[in-house]
Structures are given as structure tokens and as C-alpha cells.
């Protein structure tokens, strides 16, 4: 079992950044894929970057060059930094776990998830 809680989450202006973190129980964790996914309203849940256990990344073209995604498995925390914000960006942002090396960009794939952190970016 894995519980994940996020963080980080706020109000920013257009070029601003944020840095969230998803911080993880269990001591399994280095084992685990982690990734970010957001949800805007009225919209569906889409995938934006992700870790595997090996930390192979992978990002929506969307968020390229833009956002980073890291992991400290001695503070079971995975980390999404965000620059070059913009208002399409605004959604909350939730992480998710899934057993294994990859970071499948597929919602079904993870097992675990957090509550979600709200972001807003003003125009």
C-alpha cells in the first residue's frame, strides 16, 4: 500500500513557476513509477510527466522544456518544477504510483493516488 500526498500547489502569474511534491509512505517506494497528471474543469485527466524506478523520465509534448520532473527515494518524494507557466496549465495536479520501472503516461495503469493539489496561473 502507498499513500501519496501533494503539495506546492498556488496562485502564479503567467512566467511564473511552482514546484510541487508528492510525498510517499512505504518503503517500497524506490520501486514504484510515479507520475503527474492534471485535470482542468470541464476537462479529462491527462497525463504530464513521469519517473520510473530507474528515473527514466518521460513528459506530454505539452510541458517540454518547461517542467522537470525528479525523485529522492531517501525522502520518498517526487518532485515536478514549473516554469514558463501559462494559463492552460491551470488544473489540479495530482500524482500517481504504479509498481515497476515505467512510467506509463496511461491514468489506468497506476494503482495509487493523491487528493490533488490545485494550480492557477493568472493571465
Known amino acids: 500500500q502507498v499513500q501519496l500526498v501533494e503539495s506546492g500547489g498556488g496562485l502564479v502569474q503567467t512566467g511564473g513557476s511552482l514546484r510541487l511534491s508528492c510525498s510517499a509512505s512505504g518503503r517500497t517506494f524506490s520501486n514504484y513509477a510515479i507520475a503527474w497528471f492534471r485535470q482542468a474543469p470541464g476537462k479529462e485527466r491527462e497525463f504530464v510527466a513521469g519517473?520510473?524506478?530507474?528515473?527514466?523520465?518521460y513528459y506530454a509534448d505539452s510541458v517540454k522544456g518547461r517542467f522537470t520532473i525528479s525523485r529522492d527515494n531517501t525522502k520518498n518524494t517526487v518532485y515536478l518544477r514549473m516554469n514558463s507557466l501559462k494559463p492552460d496549465d491551470t488544473a489540479v495536479y495530482y500524482c500517481a504510483a504504479k509498481p515497476g520501472t515505467s512510467p506509463y503516461s496511461s491514468a489506468t495503469q497506476y494503482n495509487y493516488w493523491g487528493q490533488g493539489t490545485q494550480v492557477t496561473v493568472s493571465s
Open positions: 519517473i520510473g524506478s530507474g528515473f527514466t523520465t
